[in-house]
């Protein structure tokens, strides 16, 4: 339950972590962000016995009553509330490097920004509590998740769990990561009521939409399978009305409480079973057969209790130049907290693919979904091989998949990961391979020219296909200029007269 909320004063001095005003100029554009600090008291849940059943799967049940948290979250809303669309995305900002990260508003905000849609973004993992507070101890210092179980040991070898290729290294027996559900849940239905603690009570507010990216694409799985349809919290509707996940890792099922962390679950908690709302998945070439994916694909549905669409983004990996380096701007708060998001590998141009613009044309088509019922197309799936590995055409592109100009007429290859120095990544510091972030590496002039003649050819080719994608609603027609000219441009950097 939340018992208060309290806006957290934005000053030169004293501003959000990794505020949108900065990299976005959101006052420019008719936006404002504000931030709050939310109290309350969240259940933790645990595992129903014998739940590792066909029928129980996900079930649970309340371990521990009314645990007392202070969290937080962020708005960015139309600076005039009678401008909003309606429509509100909640995202589970992700915690997977130790630092906020709201990649899914990175991805997306083009989107929210020109349809006047408010965002909010809440804080899901207590690991990143000390980065935000080296980030500003004033600001964020209130902020706590405690254990109510402190007391009661692990049951298991932390470390051990660690080495868990499914496990990150952020388990800490002082908070508890359970809390998280109820805090979702109580923060969706304050936000669409009328209740004076409520920020956007000013605003039109008819459809919530949950996203959250890779780790944090896991939480919404699990938030599918475990809670959304529990009757306390659907409460005779649905607590939100649509779905949108970015790069989830199926291999990963997010334990219910940090006690079940390496938990061996149903398998069928791999995968989302049921969704009654209009829910999209986004995947990028790192993780569309890794991790155990190839193994737990779903296929588009219509079916009122799933209702479900896949896209299979090629080209693109987990992390690119735009979402994860360029959109920061080298911001000096990052770097003086030790924590800018750099690319690491050992080529030349990191993986710089627009995904972005698909994420823009699938946000677009959840909301037209939820609102009109008109579900979009369907998008071809990337081919892989036997392990789950994506199969390359003889440009050394991958096949298949959702693709754009950039692939079907392609001036280089896209590569879903990079070699980097032993000890560089924190998944697996012994590997010499990032499997999150790949690199792009350009063909030759001459191989440009024998392919495509020239560039004003080039250029009617790319426009021709894009107009297509654009017919087929997989880029936003306000984008399509900006992807024509992305793929002219690199042609003439590369070569091509």
């Known amino acids: 339950m939340i018992e208060k909320i309290q806006e957290i004063p934005i000053t030169p001095a004293s501003y959000p972590f990794a505020s949108a005003e900065k990299y976005c100029r959101l006052s420019e554009k008719g936006y404002e962000e504000r931030e709050y600090y939310m109290y309350g008291t969240a259940n933790v849940y645990q595992t129903v016995k014998g739940a590792d059943d066909e029928k129980r799967a996900g079930q649970v049940e309340i371990m521990t009553k009314d645990a007392p948290y202070i969290n937080r979250f962020i708005v960015r809303a139309p600076s005039d509330p009678s401008r909003c669309s309606g429509n509100v995305v909640i995202e589970i900002i992700n915690p997977t490097s130790f630092m906020e990260i709201d990649r899914m508003w990175i991805l997306g905000h083009r989107e929210f920004l020109r349809n006047k849609d408010i965002y909010v973004g809440i804080t899901s993992k207590p690991n990143t509590i000390a980065k935000l507070i080296e980030f500003n101890p004033q600001r964020y210092g209130l902020l706590s998740w405690k254990n109510p179980n402190q007391g009661i040991p692990f049951p298991f070898d932390t470390k051990e769990a660690v080495r868990q290729n499914s496990n990150l290294p952020d388990l800490d027996i002082r908070y508890e990561t359970g809390l998280f559900w109820d805090m979702l849940t109580d923060l ?41 349809y529990r009757p306390e919290v659907a409460r ?22 940090q006690y079940e962390t390496g938990k061996a679950y149903s398998h069928r908690l791999y995968r989302v079973e049921k969704v009654s709302q209009p829910f999209i998945a986004v995947q990028t070439e790192s993780e569309n057969g890794r991790f155990g994916s190839w193994r737990t694909m779903r296929q588009d549905s219509d079916r009122p209790d799933f209702l479900y669409r896949l896209y299979e983004v090629t080209g693109a990996s987990h992390d690119t130049m735009y979402s994860y380096v360029d959109y920061y701007k ?25 995904s972005h613009l698909i994420f823009a044309a699938a946000f677009r088509n959840l909301f037209r979904w939820v609102r009109t019922g008109a579900a979009p197309g369907h998008c071809e799936r990337i081919l892989t091989d036997s392990e789950g590995e994506n199969r390359k055409d003889a440009f050394g592109n991958t096949i298949g998949g959702l693709r754009t100009c950039l692939l079907n007429y392609p001036t280089g290859r896209y590569h879903s990961t990079s070699r980097i120095e032993k000890g560089l990544s924190f998944v697996d510091p012994e590997s010499e391979e990032d499997g999150l972030f790949g690199y792009q590496e350009g063909f030759s002039a001459s191989m440009l020219q024998e392919l495509y003649g020239n560039l004003d050819n080039y250029q009617r080719l790319v426009t021709e296909d894009t107009k297509e994608q654009v017919s087929r609603g997989f880029v936003c027609r306000e984008d399509e200029e900006e992807l024509i000219c992305l793929a002219a441009s690199l042609a003439e950097r590369r070569g091509l007269r």
Request: glycine share 12%; proline share 6%; with cysteine.
């Open 330 to 354: 080298k911001d000096p708060d990052l770097k003086r907290i030790h924590h800018l998001p750099e690319y690491k590998g050992k080529h030349e141009e990191g993986n710089d693919y627009p």
């Open 236 to 257: 005779g509707g649905c607590v939100f009305d649509g779905y949108l996940a970015g790069g989830g890792v199926r291999r990963v099922v997010t334990p219910v409480n």
């Open 188 to 228: 969706a239905w304050l936000l669409r009521s009328g209740d004076e603690k409520n920020p956007l009570r000013h605003y039109k507010r008819q459809y919530l939409y949950l996203t959250g990216w890779s780790q944090s694409a896991c939480y919404l799985f699990r938030y599918l399978n475990s809670f959304a």
